[in-house]
């Protein structure tokens, strides 16, 4: 891998966590098209480099959000912030069980497997399809709504189903509003991101790979940039509701997975 593999890979990163298109999808095609090494879940170095710097860019794009909540539970006065804290961890509880149990068992079963990947890039288009018959109701994500767009989330291990796509999508037919269905989406996947480095981590499976920092830096500034460019478009198209544009793209690229590749 050189510093032009890096960039690519860190741009397809920060573009495919944000945007609903599943960005593991986009990885099983790559490597079926490229059969490219640096593709490979193997190189867990330059994936974990390239999450983290996906989970920054979340962190830098909502961090009036995030400092808010962060004051807000040492205050008195914010119980709001407080509800809202229990909300992410009752939200991030399903996937945080599965990836920490199931998900080498998951990843066995669907790697490599491009016309699964392509049914599921169907599910993902599905769901961004239906968002235009929705008509959002509450400003308030309840508890209950918490637990189901958290599994949702879960779901989105298997690769073609979005992760963002799945729990903005099911924060909406929940009848949530379009903004806070955003903003929540992005702020339960930053533990999620950073509870998976430290599995690698600890597993100590990420030492085993051999990269130079230049390579690795550039994986990451790629990957940041277009991390906080992806994040803010994504808000904004939710806003304008415009998803279902993206719902033609998954259907393009699941039909082609499926009868074509």
């Known amino acids: 891998m050189d510093e032009f593999d890096a960039l690519i890979l860190g741009i397809i990163q920060g573009l495919t966590e944000f945007l609903p298109v599943s960005s593991s999808g986009h990885l099983e095609i790559g490597r079926k098209l490229l059969g490219a090494n640096q593709l490979s ?3 867990l ?4 480099i390239l999450h983290l710097a996906t989970a920054l860019s979340t962190i830098v794009v909502f961090r009036k959000d995030i400092l808010e909540l962060f004051f807000g539970v ?11 804290i229990i909300k992410i961890i009752i939200a991030i509880l399903p996937a945080g069980i599965i990836g920490f149990t199931l998900s080498d068992h998951i990843d066995l079963l669907f790697v ?3 016309k699964i990947v392509g049914m599921m890039l169907l599910v993902t288009g599905l769901l961004l399809f239906l968002t235009k018959i929705i008509k959002p109701k509450r400003s308030q994500i309840s508890k209950t709504d918490a637990v189901i767009i958290g599994v949702s989330q879960a779901f ?4 073609g189903i979005s992760r963002s796509g799945a729990t903005i999508c099911t924060s909406l037919f929940l ?8 903003k929540f989406s992005f702020l339960i996947v930053i533990p999620v991101i950073f509870g998976a480095i430290l599995k690698d981590v600890f597993s100590g499976d990420i030492f085993s790979n051999q990269i130079d920092t230049s390579i690795l830096a550039t994986g990451f500034l790629s990957s940041f940039i277009f991390g906080v460019i992806a994040c803010q478009w994504m808000i904004k198209i939710v806003n304008d509701d415009s ?6 793209y998954c259907f393009i690229l699941g039909l082609t997975s499926i009868f074509i590749l």
């Open 41 to 43: 879940s193997d190189n």
């Open 45 to 48: 170095l330059m994936t974990t």
């Open 74 to 84: 040492f205050s008195k006065k914010s119980e709001n912030s407080k509800k809202y």
């Open 112 to 114: 490599g497997n491009i």
């Open 156 to 159: 989105a291990i298997i690769p």
């Open 175 to 182: 009848g949530n509003n379009k903004s806070d269905s955003a």
């Open 243 to 248: 998803l279902i544009y993206f719902s033609f």
